[in-house]
């Protein structure tokens, strides 16, 4: 089960976003995206998810996933995103359930309590099962978030920027849950990722981008260094090695040095 | 990180019991609703200004079932079916469209503002009603022609946010703002031909505009009843889809709903239901607004039993405000549309300022 992306273009209206975007990813993988601000990164999941159509091929385990009815694609595919709407006067429970709703017709069957019951046990959120959505934090949310896209089943997850509103406990929690779902489930996880730090820790490849284009792809701690820091994201870095893990901090801006 | 637990067995029967209990709730909440309006049917059948008896009421329903067994005088027999009793089924049905459309107006739009009146359906159904009132067309100078202006008028708002909206890509917040926008030129128009009008018809107008229960009949009561139990099916089958959207547009799409088509089938079929409603009755606001809000405070945010018991409230509501809007005044007959706020309003502020948290 790999994701396959051939030649992927799009554009809103004249403004072309992203140009030409060949690569894959494979199951059981973490594929991180990183780049600047407005690079493309999350224009490249919804048309992965056929929530934009895009120009090109997105194939997935061998099937083009715009030939795909939408069931057939919300089967395969989930997606968590940046922005979370917290739906109307709704329980955690409800809104794990509603990521059954490509199996669902009306009623709710054994087989989708027990997989909302599997996926809130492993992730450790049973107790808020039946709190209100409103009455939980935001790290809360986002793990019912990702809970509600495991509950769909999917082959391939997408999730933007998971942890950017998270502090570090929650950072590291919903981190380390992604990387054991990827392992357990031989789930394909293509994340969009400003924190280098964590993505190299946590991403098995990581694809940079530029505007709109592939700058860089492979291995994160190959692929992060100084040059490419500066190239990418316009600012001079140090980069260090702590506990064993890559550590990029920024010192300043390019511009700021010309000056 | 939580380990995983190894109690599947005993965690699926916790969430299903608990779930259960939660839907329970729900249903139980529903069934007293229905007692709620078969008993305020029961009151409101003995309420009026001909000086009938509960037992000559009750006689009067019986005998048009059982002609054989009871036997009633003709005047009451005339009075509770030629004037009571469509006037009570047509308040609960008229109650019922206007809390589905408002509930199906809120979740489609996430706004808790929407309803058909907030959106410039209802200010068009005004503008119908007055171009006729003011202007009449010909022979049709009467209750029909204003029915069918009023009706037209609503459809055209409606399919004027759509297109509107969908010029701009039909997104919650697109057609808030093309709602909005008609409502202020629809009461602009409809302000000017006021302005123009006879002091007759200025009259005419405001009355029509209350909203009133006066008219109705047995075929207008067919009318609504047979669009109403036309359009609820798809309504509830596309509940689960409501229910995605609540997480936005696009992770509704992301798990399968087409949004678009969702978004414009249900604000069209809302826009009918309000329509073959208002076109009758006039503007009855309160409703569609506040039965699901005083719903979803009560049982929570589920499209599947928040539509059709906002329906239920939005009947109990509409007939105990026409109840109290024929006798509190009697002789004289409150127009229901100022009553059915009176009534709404301490009832929903009960609700709205005893829950702090978690709703909307």
Redesign the interface.
């Known amino acids: 089960m790999s994701l396959s992306v051939q030649n992927l273009s799009f554009s809103f209206g004249t403004r072309k976003i992203l140009h030409d975007l060949t690569f894959s990813a494979a199951a059981g993988e973490v594929l991180g995206v990183a780049g600047p601000n407005g690079c493309g990164k999350t224009t490249l999941i919804?048309c992965i998810?056929?929530?934009f159509e895009p120009e090109g091929k997105v194939q997935f385990a061998g099937k083009d996933i715009g030939a795909l009815?939408?069931?057939?694609?919300?089967?395969m595919?989930?997606?968590v995103?940046q922005?979370?709407?917290v739906?109307?006067?709704?329980?955690v429970?409800?809104?794990i359930l509603?990521?059954r709703?490509?199996y669902?017709r009306?009623s709710?069957n054994?087989a989708d309590?027990?997989r909302?019951?599997?996926v809130?046990?492993?992730?450790?959120i049973?107790h808020l099962?039946?709190r209100?959505?409103?009455?939980i934090s935001g790290g809360e949310r986002q793990k019912v978030m990702i809970a509600?896209a495991m509950v769909?089943d999917p082959e391939l997850l997408?999730l933007d920027e998971p942890t950017s509103a998270l502090d570090l406990r929650h950072q590291l929690?919903v981190m380390?849950?992604v990387r054991k779902i990827t392992r357990e489930n031989q789930t394909c996880v293509l994340m969009a990722i400003h924190d280098l730090n964590l993505a190299s820790r946590f991403c098995d490849r990581l694809m940079i981008m530029k505007e709109g284009r592939i700058f860089a792809l492979g291995d994160p701690a190959d692929l992060l260094n100084q040059e490419l820091i500066r190239e990418v994201y316009e600012v001079e870095a140090r980069i260090t090695t702590e506990s064993g893990y890559l550590q990029i901090v920024p010192v300043r801006s390019v511009q700021e040095q010309l000056v | 990180?939580?380990?995983?637990?190894n109690?599947?067995a005993g965690?699926?029967r916790r969430?299903?019991e608990?779930?259960r209990r939660?839907t329970g709730q729900r249903c139980l909440f529903i069934t007293g609703c229905c007692i709620l309006i078969l008993v305020l049917v029961g009151i409101a059948t003995t309420l009026g200004s001909a000086d009938l008896t509960v037992g000559e009421v009750y006689t009067a329903i019986a005998a048009r079932f059982f002609p054989a067994v009871a036997e009633s005088s003709p005047l009451a027999y005339t009075i509770v079916w030629e004037y009571r009793l469509h006037r009570i089924l047509f308040a609960i049905a008229a109650g019922f469209g206007l809390g589905v459309a408002g509930a199906v107006m809120?979740?489609v739009l996430?706004n808790p503002l929407a309803s058909p009146f907030t959106l410039g359906i209802a200010a068009a159904a005004s503008f119908g009603a007055s171009l006729v009132i003011v202007f009449g067309i010909g022979p049709l100078t009467d209750e029909l022609a204003v029915i069918i202006s009023a009706f037209l008028f609503t459809l055209l708002a409606a399919f004027a946010i759509y297109s509107l909206s969908r010029y701009r890509g039909i997104s919650p917040e697109s057609m808030v703002l093309a709602g909005i926008i008609l409502m202020y030129l629809f009461s602009a128009m409809t302000s000017f031909l006021q302005y123009t009008g006879t002091t007759e018809q200025l009259q005419e107008v405001v009355f029509w505009m209350f909203g009133s229960l006066q008219r109705t009949s047995w075929g207008k009561l067919a009318l609504v009843s047979l669009v109403i139990v036309v359009c609820l099916p798809y309504i509830l089958m596309r509940s689960?889809?409501l229910?995605?959207m609540?997480?936005?547009d696009?992770?509704a799409?992301?798990?399968?709903?087409?949004v678009s088509r969702t978004r414009t089938g249900l604000m069209m079929l809302a826009a009918l239901i309000t329509a073959v409603i208002i076109c009758f009755t006039g503007i009855i606001g309160f409703i569609g607004l506040v039965s699901p809000h005083i719903t979803?405070?009560a049982i929570?945010?589920?499209n599947?039993f928040l539509i059709p018991a906002a329906g239920l409230i939005g009947a109990a509501l509409l007939l105990a405000a026409d109840s109290l809007a024929r006798t509190i005044l009697a002789p004289a007959i409150i127009p229901v549309g100022i009553m059915t706020a009176f009534i709404g309003i301490p009832f929903f502020l009960y609700l709205f300022l005893r829950q702090r948290?978690?709703?909307?």
Request: charged share 25%; glycine share 12%; no cysteine.
């Open positions: 919804k998810d056929r929530i009815t939408t069931t057939e694609v919300a089967r595919i989930a997606y995103p922005a979370l709407t739906g109307m006067a709704m329980t429970f409800e809104t509603l990521g709703r490509p669902i009306w709710v054994d309590f027990e909302v019951n599997a809130i046990t492993d992730m450790g049973q099962a039946f209100k959505m409103t009455q509600r769909q997408l929690d380390e849950l | 990180m939580t380990p995983a637990r109690d599947g965690g699926v969430l299903k608990e779930y939660f809120q979740s996430r689960w889809d229910n995605a609540g997480q936005g696009q992770v799409k992301s798990m399968g709903v087409n979803r405070l929570g945010g589920d599947r948290e978690g709703y909307w």
